[in-house]
């Protein structure tokens, strides 16, 4: 029970069933290859024709996106497991490799689509190209940015031994990091964990040794951020995007007005994040701001610890006054074995949700200590899972979510879960729960702020040149003054936050950072509409997350009553945590 399962996928390599859907898998990608060849490239086709040739072709895509998303979430659940298993990485270099060969099809894919004039009424007399309306009109709009095949065979094959190597460089790096601990070799994710310790001295003691064993690997790790940033910027220049934050929002389907709305509010509620920040350091015996290592810290006398079987009763109780579905799926997760719990060493860090909708679950990987913070972490992790048992009955090739709308289910669990737990409380009690809160806050919106701030910096001085592991620490530093400015002791800073957070090494996926913010604030948005208008509002919920994948990011909003371009939403989600920061000032007070 403390470790997940993924038999309902393969029980492993050996399995038959496996090397079976590899084998389709490849037979399958030989067949588009085929259809790209004969049938996708013909441009005078009939507009009856050209629908009978996109059924077709979508047939296959679905085909291959099931057998793809199998094989490869079984081999990369494997290694996040355990980045020493050498077979794993084999069988994940095989099944990339068959993803390489994807490229010359799906480019010759979105040429026909592009080329298609009157798609909208090819859509409307089909009914199965009308349940694919939002990802065809998607990709004819980013056929726009489509290369040439043989342009996109050469970046697909060169991905595995560029980003790709240098993401998986970094992983094992720090996966595989011994720190020196008071004598004792123990793991980054024991370290880190530490932080939540009730003992000022454990927190401090740890966090110095963090800092330290990023020494041993700061250097190797500069190399895998300067490659997957290099190669990032590349691919915007050659594909025609402004900037990497530009490809980052056609990827998400939302606008750059959004955005900017969003973080303009961010930025006129920062000094009162540093107020709490300023009180929670006076609070335990600080002058000059909150040292870094103190951000986790408990207050209060009492700090309750987690049994997983606690756990699942608590969660599975909390969301009984929830939705049904929601507990039922909980229960699920715990009894099924979606959950793998406790740090090791070969275990990456942090945590993380795959949804697996061909098989109608999902798997979560937590580092779980047994603290609240865990519990709050779980159930965030479980709100991605709900997401995930929302889209499940879409088609194949609309599975997909965005990253901004990835965090709303997740961050939504959060705010049920502390709203019920500072409700019920008194006291000092209360105060602890508020500040525990607050710490989840203050990290969706000063910690991810400066890492969009950071982001950013590494992308524009990239452009100079090689980034040196000095400067990376001192760009980690001037992001972490300009969003945590006075609440935090200038002293105590974090300069390595670059090497532990594994968001910055992907050559797919740049800035997954606001997602969270957005995720954050939309949730709390959406919290406080269920306070107003009560069950009615858990239909419009689910609906809402059943559309983030086959709708813009505003559109999803609008499913809610919500315009996100807007300054006035993220305004009243903003200053729903002010309130709670100002409820935290006055009860630390009493």
């Not at 006398?301 to 606690?310: A, C, N, Y």
């Not at 009763?313 to 099924?336: C, H, N, P, Q, W």
């Not at 090494?505 to 995720?519: Q, T, V």
Request: proline share 2%; net charge negative.
């Amino acid at each position: 029970m403390e470790r997940w399962s993924l038999k309902a996928l393969y029980t492993g390599y050996e399995d038959e069933n496996y090397k079976r859907d590899i084998e389709k898998l490849e037979n399958i990608v030989d067949a588009l290859k085929q259809m790209a060849q004969d049938k996708w490239s013909v441009a005078d086709d009939t507009i009856e024709r050209k629908g009978e040739v996109l059924k077709e072709a979508l047939s296959f895509l679905e085909q291959y996106n099931v057998l793809y998303d199998k094989t490869g979430n079984f081999a990369s659940l494997q290694q996040s497991a355990d980045t020493m298993d050498v077979e794993t990485v084999k069988q994940l270099d095989k099944i990339k490799k068959i993803e390489s060969e994807m490229s010359k099809p799906i480019v010759v894919f979105h040429k026909y689509v592009k080329g298609i004039v009157n798609l909208e009424e090819l859509i409307e007399k089909n009914p199965e190209l009308k349940v694919y309306e939002f990802f065809l009109k998607d990709t004819k709009k980013q056929a726009q940015y489509t290369l040439s095949e043989e342009a996109e065979d050469i970046i697909s094959k060169f991905h595995l031994s560029g980003g790709s190597g240098w993401e998986n460089m970094r992983d094992y790096l720090t996966s595989t990091m011994e720190i020196d601990y008071k004598g004792e070799k123990v793991t980054l994710s024991d370290i880190r964990n530490m932080a939540y310790s009730p003992e000022k001295e454990v927190r401090k003691a740890a966090y110095e040794a963090e800092l330290n064993s990023y020494v041993k690997v700061k250097d190797a790790v500069s190399y895998s951020l300067n490659n997957i940033k290099l190669q990032v910027m590349t691919e915007c220049e050659l594909r025609g995007y402004a900037s990497p934050l530009e490809m980052t929002l056609e990827a998400s389907h939302m606008k750059r007005e959004t955005l900017d709305a969003m973080l303009q509010e961010m930025k006129k509620f920062l000094p009162k994040f540093r107020q709490y920040l300023k009180r929670k350091g006076e609070l335990l015996g600080y002058q000059n701001g909150l040292p870094f290592y103190e951000l986790f810290a408990p207050l209060g006398e009492s700090h309750r610890k987690f049994t997983v079987e606690e756990t699942k009763e608590y969660l599975v109780g909390i969301f009984k006054g929830f939705s049904e579905d929601l507990a039922d799926m909980i229960e699920r997760a715990f009894t099924e074995e979606w959950i793998d719990f406790f740090p090791r060493k070969g275990k990456v860090g942090g945590a993380f949700c795959a949804n697996l909708p061909f098989i109608g679950q999902s798997r979560i990987l937590t580092n779980f200590d047994g603290s609240l913070g865990d519990v709050v972490t779980l159930a965030h992790e479980l709100g991605h899972a709900y997401h995930g048992l929302q889209i499940e009955s879409h088609k194949p090739l609309n599975w997909s979510y965005s990253m901004p709308v990835a965090e709303t289910a997740s961050t939504f669990n959060e705010t049920v879960v502390m709203d019920t737990l500072i409700k019920e409380a008194e006291g000092e009690e209360k105060l602890v729960l508020i500040e525990n809160q607050l710490q989840d806050i203050t990290q969706i919106m000063l910690d991810i702020y400066s890492r969009y701030l950071f982001e950013s910096a590494v992308f524009e001085n990239r452009k100079e040149g090689f980034l040196f592991s000095g400067q990376l620490e001192q760009m980690m530093l001037d992001a972490q003054k300009e969003a945590y400015g006075d609440g935090l002791d200038q002293n105590y800073l974090h300069p390595y936050m670059w090497i532990c957070k594994p968001h910055y090494y992907s050559a797919e996926l740049s800035f997954y950072n606001f997602p969270y913010a957005f995720g954050g604030l939309f949730a709390r948005g959406l919290y406080a509409r269920y306070q107003e208008e009560g069950k009615g509002f858990i239909d419009k919920y689910r609906k809402m997350l059943y559309g983030t994948t086959v709708n813009s990011v505003e559109d999803v909003a609008k499913i809610a009553g919500i315009d996100l371009t807007k300054a006035d939403f993220w305004r009243e989600s903003l200053q729903s945590f002010s309130d709670l920061v100002d409820e935290f000032l006055r009860l630390s007070e009493e």
